[in-house]
């Protein structure tokens, strides 16, 4: 592959999950189906990546799916594998009755690696929705999805954490992930008006006006800016040592990640 395997695999939050038929058992899948270390990384190898190390097989939240980390250039990232060994699967897996995204759950458990940081000098602040006092001495990128039922549980924090940490702000830089097929257009409606509350009604489920304006190059620079960054998943955090932080986090937890952050080389 010319680009990075664990690009495409990271956060897995920008490509939607197809799951197809691979086959089904009654009670415990290991008793018929394993899927090695070795045959991981075979399945590595094929995909063009062998710098890229397979580890930490477990059987996935979907039946049918084996979940492996894989690592490359230090970081880490996971893919699901069916069990006949010929399909790889690069998407979110969600619980739809609890609202939770196992693959982020997942993903946010391999903590051990070293916290991961960006040039925050190639992220304009400008334009963006600020929540919190634009001059605020701590000043945090927030790369969000209107639609994103994540972002909105996200938001939720960080309204508590500004109305704690008046030294504390959050720069939203909406970003419209391709399997929410409203959520463009919803950006461009919300940045058309630079509203925060048409931004706060949508996470409500309320519904927000159609854009009056063509700002969709505005959108496209905060899609690309992302990708730059290595950034794929919504909601992700940028702090001002440039120290990513990516999903959910409770107001207390991005107080103290904000104001006394990880030195470089540990975990967050």
């Not at 075979?42 to 477990?58: E, H, M, Q, R, V």
């Not at 010929?86 to 979110?92: I, L, N, Q, T, Y």
């Amino acid at each position: 592959m010319k680009r990075s395997l664990i690009i495409g695999i990271c956060t897995l939050l920008l490509i939607p999950l197809r799951v197809w038929a691979f086959g089904g058992c009654e009670e415990d899948c290991t008793k018929c189906h394993t899927l090695s270390a070795a045959e991981a990384q075979k399945i590595l190898d094929k995909l063009g990546a062998p710098g890229a190390k397979a580890s930490d097989i477990k059987m996935s939240p979907v039946r049918g799916l084996w979940e492996v980390v894989v690592e490359e250039k230090g970081q880490r990232g996971i893919m699901y594998v069916g069990f006949s060994k010929r399909h790889v699967v690069s998407g979110p897996i969600f619980d739809v009755d609890a609202g939770l995204n196992k693959t982020q759950e997942s993903f946010e458990q391999l903590g051990e690696l070293p916290a991961q940081y960006v040039d925050v000098t190639k992220i304009p602040l400008a334009p963006a929705l600020v929540l919190g006092e634009k001059d605020a001495r701590y000043k945090v990128a927030v790369f969000t999805d209107p639609d994103c039922p994540f972002c909105a549980k996200a938001h939720e924090e960080m309204k508590k954490v500004v109305a704690e940490r008046k030294d504390i702000a959050f720069f939203l830089k909406l970003m419209p992930l391709t399997f929410h097929p409203d959520a463009f257009w919803k950006s461009q409606s919300i940045l058309c008006k630079s509203s925060l509350q048409w931004l706060e009604d949508n996470f409500a489920k309320k519904d927000i006006p159609k854009p009056d304006c063509n700002n969709k190059a505005e959108i496209e620079e905060n899609i690309k800016v992302a990708k730059d960054l290595g950034i794929t998943g919504t909601p992700t955090m940028v702090l001002p040592d440039g120290l990513l932080v990516r999903g959910l986090k409770d107001a207390k937890t991005l107080i103290e990640l904000v104001t006394n952050p990880p030195k470089k080389g540990e975990t967050p």
